[in-house]
């Protein structure tokens, strides 16, 4: 048998905590959870109370999720019993590592210059979503297929509306190939000489100059109508006298304007001269030369009257209204006008009152 020695009393005594020591104790772990819970209430109030809390070594190595923007109702109060770690911060001279950067990526937004301009791009219509189609231009229009357009007429002031020949001197001064005075007149019952009338046929068939013109002794080189009247008597409209004269300023007659017409334009006809100048009164007027030439001139519409067309005054001077008129059916002749009908074209034995052709559409209104 072991003898122990006795208990020594005096030794448990020592080791029990008195009452007063537990409430000490529990006092100080009350305080200090009292101020932890009231600084993580305070931490988003950026108070800074030299402390960083940092997380438990254990969760350094594993990777951290992204931030995620929440609402401050949201967000999870922090447990007391975590496990934290008391961090002291860091001087003042030491900067701070930069936080990286959020995972979240936003596309890139393309900037364009300012002095750079927009290019445009294709774009397609539900009708054609096809681009690889080209589109066919339009037909190019030649000029032969575009319809001429006719200037209006000169307003003569001398020439009214119900005038006779007032249709017959538009067409014509519409074209350019008559024209007025300065005084804007046209002076329809004015007599032509032969210089004048040249000018006339050269503007209206565009006769080529004669390489073979003849001279005429009352004719200069330097006079306003030479190259007409070389255009004209090389075309076969006009001739000379046999003194080798042409005297241009000398007044000229109905017959010699139907007889240069009908020459210039080479025209022919089938039937007797006697047969178609019987409508005449006054045959017997007209010269031997031009009888055949008269015949023909009034069976091609040639023949204008501005009185009684049984009358063909041959020897008066023709006006220029007369010339114009008869200027202008012998470009209907030639295709080159449409025709007007008008009681003041003679017609030949067996021809009806509008067989000479329709009315003008653009000039019968003027």
Partial sequence: ??????????????????????????????????????????????WNFNIVLSPSPSSTNKPQPSPAITSPASQVQPKVDDQLEVVPLPPKDVVPEPS???????????????????????????????????SSPLPLVTPTEQKSIIPPPIA?????????????INALSARGIIKGFPDYTFRPTQPVNRAEFAAILQQAFDTELS??????KDVSTKYWATPAIDRAVGAGFLKGFPDKNFKPTQKITRVQVLVAL????????????????????????????????IAIATANGLVI????????????????????????????????LDKISSENIVRSPGQSSLSTGKFTNELSSQ
């Fill in 156 to 168: 003569f002031n001398d020439v009214p509306t119900d005038f006779w020949a007032t249709r017959f």
């Fill in 211 to 216: 390489k073979n013109s003849v001279p005429f």
């Fill in 100 to 134: 990286p950067p959020s995972p979240l990526i936003l596309p890139a937004v393309p900037v364009t210059p300012l002095n750079s301009s927009p290019k445009s791009e294709p774009f397609s219509t539900s009708r054609n979503s096809d681009l690889s189609i080209p």
């Fill in 305 to 336: 009257s501005d009185g009684n067309p049984q009358f063909l005054v041959p020897n008066q001077a023709a006006t220029r209204a007369e010339v114009a008129a008869m200027v202008h059916q012998a470009l209907v002749k030639l295709g080159r």
């Fill in 262 to 293: 009908v020459s210039g334009l080479n025209l022919k006809q089938s039937a007797k001269p006697s047969q178609v100048l019987s409508i005449y009164q006054d045959t017997k007027n007209i010269p031997k030369y031009a009888v055949d030439k």
């Fill in 1 to 46: 048998m072991t003898n122990l020695p006795p208990s020594d009393p005096k030794s448990s005594d020592k080791t029990a905590l008195g009452f007063d020591e537990f409430i000490a104790i529990l006092v100080a772990f009350v305080a200090i959870g009292g101020i932890l819970l009231w600084s993580f209430s305070r931490r988003d109030n950026n």
